[in-house]
């Protein structure tokens, strides 16, 4: 049974940092892409980094990008989100997940999805 845990959530004050990580089980977690994603009330879920199987192709969103830093871990099963200066609007239930296709922004290309952690950036 696959199993992906979020940790590392919580509050922040804007302008503070926060690392988010993401353990892996029940997969060979080193053969899959690995993806963050989140989701703010009221708005769909939205791509925000994601990291190749080897950590030699990283994308991010646009609104993270020079703030955040995706990275992993294959001897630990774990992905980490590195989130700097961090704003309201990235207040949202951050999501990992996991795919076999060749990193992508789109969520309908992983298989496997976290329970999600909860980021608040107060002003």
């Known amino acids: 049974q696959v199993q992906l845990g979020e940790s590392g959530g919580g509050l922040v004050q804007a302008g503070g940092s926060l690392r988010l990580s993401c353990s892996a089980s029940?997969?060979?977690?080193?053969?899959?892409?690995m993806g963050w994603f989140r989701q703010a009330p009221g708005k769909e879920r939205e791509f925000v980094a994601t990291?190749?199987?080897?950590?030699?192709?990283?994308s991010y969103a646009d609104s993270v990008k020079g703030r955040a830093t995706i990275s992993r871990d294959n001897a630990k099963n774990t992905v980490y989100l590195q989130m700097n200066s961090l704003k309201p609007e990235d207040t949202a239930v951050y999501y990992c997940?996991?795919?076999?296709?060749?990193?992508?922004?789109?969520?309908?290309?992983?298989?496997?999805w976290g329970q999600g952690i909860q980021v608040t950036v107060s002003s």
């Open positions: 029940g997969l060979t977690f080193r053969a899959y892409v």
């Open positions: 990291i190749s199987t080897s950590g030699g192709g990283i």
């Open positions: 997940a996991a795919g076999r296709r060749a990193y992508s922004e789109d969520a309908g290309a992983y298989n496997y």
